[in-house]
């Protein structure tokens, strides 16, 4: 039998914020979001944005009876909600329910905003799950309880060009990644399409993805190998105060271009050391892009059997360190560009033992 959810998509994803306007600011400026609707209550305020098909949505509270007032003094601003849109709420809800997903807030009906009901489930951590059911030609239509924002102007060009969003990497303590791989496969119909144990020097670390069987929704898990010394999985449990979203991965169609638009609007990314593209000629030949260019942006390449991927990962500007972001472009490639990891290990080694030069 067919879950209700395993053909579910990416309604939006909430971030709880300590401060709405810094947030809405940075989203908007940086990374060329728009404000599309506001939501208010005497427990919070809201701001959806959108940027291409992604709609994100920024919540901070006012009142402790706010879920947000838990969350900010634990983990710090951060991915609370991941929305999952589906045909049937009611269906979706106990089908999940009945396979051992926390029920937060059964199935409610609403009007006038496009959103016929809703229902809220649990996931991992502190991160939970809205199920949205949407009426005929409210695809593109704002979460629940949001009004249009009248008048505001995209302040977004085709240069930036964010996508979708390509998937959520998520940090799991030791010991939970089989039980949460279950756990989506069970609750939410997905299945599992990818494992692997990387190796990074001392480190180690036990990755799953799982994914909707649309394609749609893909969550990479993560969890720290205990039998190696403690890395940057750890690092984040230990800041974030648990299981939750590493980073988000959006996706473009021309990661270059993307890249210099968002790098010319304040955007800092990670710097690749450029031992990394003396080595990458020899282990791949990239085609969309050529490797001096890559060399020049800063990019990753990687492939598979199903093609290429390009991709980078912005510097954190979180103040625990805990949440960072990844720019994607897809060539065919289904993979997550593990290779990546070890391929950048190496270059910093001859750096660090002075094979080559500082860029």
Sequence with gaps: MNHPLSQCTIDYVELYVEDLRAASRNWREAYGFSVAGESASADHRGLALRHGGITLVLTTPLSDRHPASAYLPAHGDGVADIALRTGDVDAAYAAAVAAG??????????????????????????VVHTLVERGSGAADGLPAGFTPVAGERPSWSGAVGLLEIDHFAVCLPAGDLETTVRFYGDALGFDEIFAERIVVGTQAMESKVVQSRNGAVTLTLIQPDTSAEPGQIDAFLKNHD????????????????????????GVR???????????????IAPQAHSIETLRETGLLADEDHGGQLFQIFTSSTHPKGTLFFEV???????????????????AV???????????
Excluded: M
């Excluded at 988000?248 to 270059?256: K, M, N, P, R, T």
């Excluded at 990314?269 to 282990?283: E, I, K, Q, S, V």
């Design 242 to 265: 648990g299981a939750g979203i590493q980073h988000l991965a959006f996706s473009s169609d021309d990661a270059v271009r993307t890249v210099r638009a968002l790098g010319g609007r």
């Design 328 to 346: 994607i472009e897809r060539q065919g490639a289904g993979t997550f560009g593990s290779a990546n990891i070890k391929a950048l290990y190496e």
């Design 349 to 359: 080694e001859l750096e660090k033992n002075g094979r080559h030069g500082q860029r």
């Design 101 to 126: 997903a926390r029920a937060l807030r059964g199935p409610e009906r609403h009007s006038g905003d496009g959103v016929r009901a809703s229902a809220l489930i649990g996931g991992f951590g502190d």
């Design 269 to 283: 990314f990670l710097n690749t050391p450029d031992a990394y593209y003396d080595l990458l000629d020899g282990r």
